[in-house]
């Protein structure tokens, strides 16, 4: 081989070798920038990552983005919000931003804090309304009545929401605001370090969510936020990776189940009334047992549990802890657990504690089952009112 010849492969090999070094290094064309999305967007669309640098933002969210078309987000992209950005999903538009374990799609602020964009807000049915695997920081910063999280559900709108953090936010986390919306799924999502609550729905969602979610760290109130309102189609309410705050009152229509380990409070005067139509079924096990509390050890804090001419035998309360209520002062209603009407209930394995007034109050038809070990102390004015 001449020398020539040596030199020339040399020479190549040094040049294959830097190209492979570029390409390792994910170098960018220097000429590209990120895309700023803005206004109406009308067509479908899909939303490609642009840089290879994951520092590097692909596209630069400026103002209200409203999409009223299909949107897909692959998995890598990163969208850095600017002050008082939002993304809003109209009612004939959808956002599907399904990243990856190793390569997720990322919604943050230009600065890192809370509050510094508005939020992503959903007001569409369209079943393709997805957030898997993103990350979302630094929202919240609306101050808008039913707007105030980082991600928001409003109209009847739907999304399925798995392996996704919600962090920074200046207020909520995600809210449920309407009882028509929905999560199809929600499963392994964390959510941190908001001011406010995690979590925030109505009644009508709380089968959609499960112990997989963890909401427990440094949030304002580590707990979900749940709204009064009144149920007309069965549900059953999860054991979660912590409490629950139930919030004004919520009237059971139909079937409600609550399941073993749940953990409720109850907000100040808040209450549950069972309705003719309804049931509801407090069953925890020996070593799973439920707790209903006040949101504050003080006796009064909340009002009750009311079977208003309720007489299903699906109303059972056992290994259950329940406790500081009884702060309504209604001549029917002046116990932790009240009744009215032809209503019948049983009760067993069960404690009745701390209440402003009576442990049980019963109405002139009323009657209740003692299935045994049912436990009484520090209640006002008496165990049981019959």
Same mark, same amino acid.
């Given at each position: 081989?001449? !020398?020539?010849?040596?030199?020339?492969?040399?020479?190549?090999?040094?040049?294959?070798?830097?190209?492979?070094?570029?390409?390792?290094? &994910?170098?960018?064309?220097?000429?590209?920038?990120?895309? /700023?999305?803005? &206004?109406?967007?009308?067509?479908? !669309?899909?939303?490609?990552?642009?840089?290879?640098?994951?520092?590097?933002?692909?596209?630069?969210?400026?103002?209200?983005?409203?999409?009223?078309?299909?949107?897909?987000?692959?998995?890598?992209?990163?969208?850095?919000?600017?002050?008082? =950005?939002? @993304?809003?999903?109209?009612?004939?538009?959808?956002?599907?931003?399904?990243?990856?374990?190793?390569?997720?799609?990322?919604?943050? &602020?230009?600065?890192?804090?809370?509050?510094?964009?508005?939020?992503?807000?959903? $007001?569409?049915?369209?079943?393709?309304?997805?957030?898997?695997?993103?990350?979302?920081?630094?929202?919240?910063?609306?101050?808008?009545?039913?707007? $105030?999280?980082? /991600?928001?559900?409003?109209?009847?709108? $739907?999304?399925?929401?798995?392996?996704?953090?919600?962090?920074?936010?200046?207020? +909520?986390?995600?809210?449920?605001?309407?009882?028509?919306?929905?999560?199809?799924?929600?499963? #392994?999502?964390?959510?941190?370090?908001?001011?406010?609550?995690?979590?925030? @729905?109505?009644?009508?969602? !709380?089968?959609?969510?499960? %112990?997989?979610?963890?909401?427990?760290?440094?949030?304002?109130? #580590?707990?979900?936020?749940?709204?009064?309102? =009144?149920?007309?189609?069965?549900?059953?309410? #999860?054991?979660?990776?912590?409490?629950?705050?139930?919030?004004?009152?919520?009237?059971?229509?139909?079937?409600?189940?609550?399941?073993?380990?749940?953990?409720?409070?109850?907000?100040?005067?808040?209450?549950?009334?069972?309705?003719?139509?309804?049931?509801?079924?407090?069953?925890?096990?020996?070593?799973?047992?439920?707790?209903?509390?006040?949101? $504050?050890?003080?006796?009064?804090?909340?009002?009750? @549990?009311?079977?208003?001419?309720?007489?299903?035998?699906?109303?059972?309360? %056992?290994?259950?802890?329940? =406790?500081?209520?009884?702060?309504?002062?209604? =001549?029917?209603?002046?116990?932790?657990?009240?009744?009215?009407?032809?209503?019948?209930?049983?009760?067993?394995?069960?404690?009745?504690? +701390?209440?402003?007034?009576? &442990?049980?109050?019963?109405?002139?038809?009323?009657?209740?089952?003692?299935?045994?070990?049912?436990?009484?102390?520090?209640? %006002?004015?008496?165990?049981?009112?019959?």
């Amino acid at each position: 081989m001449n !020398l020539h010849r040596i030199f020339f492969l040399a020479i190549l090999a040094l040049l294959i070798t830097a190209c492979d070094s570029d390409d390792d290094m &994910g170098g960018d064309d220097p000429s590209l920038e990120p895309i /700023v999305l803005s &206004g109406s967007q009308s067509s479908p !669309l899909t939303l490609e990552n642009i840089f290879s640098n994951p520092a590097t933002p692909d596209y630069i969210v400026n103002g209200t983005w409203t999409l009223n078309a299909t949107v897909e987000v692959e998995p890598g992209v990163r969208f850095m919000m600017t002050p008082g =950005s939002r @993304i809003d999903i109209g009612s004939s538009g959808s956002l599907s931003a399904v990243g990856t374990e190793d390569n997720p799609i990322y919604f943050e &602020g230009e600065a890192e804090a809370r509050g510094y964009w508005d939020y992503i807000r959903f $007001q569409s049915n369209n079943p393709n309304n997805r957030l898997d695997y993103c990350i979302i920081s630094h929202g919240g910063g609306s101050s808008l009545s039913n707007r $105030q999280a980082a /991600v928001t559900l409003i109209s009847n709108a $739907q999304l399925s929401m798995n392996n996704t953090t919600i962090r920074e936010s200046l207020r +909520n986390g995600i809210i449920v605001t309407n009882t028509d919306n929905r999560l199809p799924e929600f499963q #392994n999502n964390t959510i941190t370090d908001c001011e406010e609550f995690p979590i925030g @729905i109505r009644p009508h969602q !709380l089968s959609d969510i499960d %112990e997989t979610t963890s909401f427990t760290s440094g949030n304002g109130f #580590n707990k979900i936020g749940v709204d009064g309102a =009144s149920l007309s189609t069965s549900r059953t309410i #999860n054991k979660v990776a912590g409490p629950y705050l139930f919030l004004g009152t919520i009237s059971f229509e139909s079937a409600a189940e609550i399941q073993p380990g749940t953990y409720i409070q109850m907000g100040p005067g808040a209450r549950m009334e069972v309705r003719s139509s309804g049931s509801l079924s407090i069953i925890g096990t020996p070593d799973d047992r439920i707790t209903i509390t006040g949101e $504050q050890e003080a006796k009064g804090f909340w009002d009750y @549990i009311y079977f208003n001419d309720t007489n299903s035998p699906n109303n059972r309360i %056992e290994y259950a802890d329940i =406790s500081y209520g009884g702060g309504s002062s209604l =001549s029917n209603r002046d116990a932790i657990i009240s009744s009215r009407g032809s209503s019948s209930f049983a009760i067993g394995n069960t404690s009745i504690t +701390n209440s402003l007034r009576y &442990g049980i109050t019963l109405g002139n038809s009323s009657t209740w089952e003692n299935l045994g070990q049912v436990v009484f102390e520090g209640n %006002e004015e008496g165990d049981i009112n019959d």
